[in-house]
DNA sequence: ATTTGTCGAGCGAATATTGCAGGATTCCTT
DNA sequence: AAGGAATCCTGCAATATTCGCTCGACAAAT
């Protein structure tokens, strides 16, 4: 990536404007005109504009689940609840970095391409298995397989609220930094989950973390 | 609607292939074609494929909200925890029930342009309003503004959620009949609800319904 | 007879992509 | 270190295809 500063700029300006409009919705002269650079660049450094997707893409998800990894790998001697606490404050966090970029993919997600069916077993799946294998080291033995997956939707669901609800996420969260949305936030989903936690497992929740 | 087969089956096929594909993915000619009508029928019944989307946002969502103020306007009369209860239910059925368009709705709402905006205004607005209202009604006293902003974020999150995760939502959940879901996840959210009631207002929640 | 609906052909604009020419840079050999 | 060759990169124009949409003819219904 940081190779090439046109390059770059390509993606970057791409991104942007796949989050406003969506990917069929950008057209490869706007992206070139935006980016100031030539339309044959884009077909010079990706082939196409499938191509530049599929590299931004690949991008995005070879980052985010190398962090992912290294976080599960550091926090191996923790306890459960606690790395999955540190799994959520890494995922998170890391979208929250790639606001634009992480709103885009969630909504292309929704459609029903190829495409979108290959991401979902080279990338989609492995992030899955990472995150229930760390959930289910928490409930494992704690709950009926039929509330559990209810609880995990829910809280999937709450991974990615920020940035599919993000015309009311101004509103109701107020406009304030976005590492202060992120400590916020996922102190919530832990406030959540640790209630979770004594319900289904009568024993009190870790209380040696705090994210604010 | 019912007035026309021909406008009927074309609002349906392109409801069909927006989901599958978006918006601006789908041509007028595919449309056309998998509904078996000529291209220039669209134009006809509906000006232009712009004309086409909003006729269909727009009888999506006004019936959406009229069931929802019927919804209100039928349970003045009882306590504001059970009639939030009862909104969140017709939510979810109501999305149920046009499960496709409310994926498509949700996924294009997330782009930014004039017509989003407009949509936002006319219709988004009216639903967040009555939502939190009954929300309101129920937490006003018992919360601080900003715990009160989260919670309400929390809960439309679930309201959306299988929305959104639509691909893992037949791995989840399984895949039974559509009015099952229904009830098992508004009780799901109605037990987490319970729980946000007694924990913040110290009351017991009424007890004197079940959805399963 | 007038309105209403259906049809195929086709228009102009916009789309992604490519060919080619020339400039810039790097690399290798002497 | 120098010069030349190979490669990398950029810019402009043109490509074929597809897009949304319209036209006028014709059929059906009122």
Redesign the pocket.
Known sequence: MKE?P?KRKIVKTASNLFFQKGFHG?????IAKRAK????????YF????GLLEYAVSYYYEQYLRKLEETLYNAQQTEPLERLYELIFSIIQYKQENYQFTCFIQRELSMDSVFVREMVVTYLAKENHLLEEAFDAVFRDHMKLHKKRYIFMQLKGMLITPYVLHHWKDFVIGSYSSDLFVKHYVSHIKEWLDFVFEKYTSQPPSKNTNYI
């Not at 082939?47 to 499938?50: L, M």
């Open positions: 090439n046109v950008t057209s490869v002269r706007e650079v030539n339309v044959s660049a884009i077909s010079y082939n196409s504009k499938q």
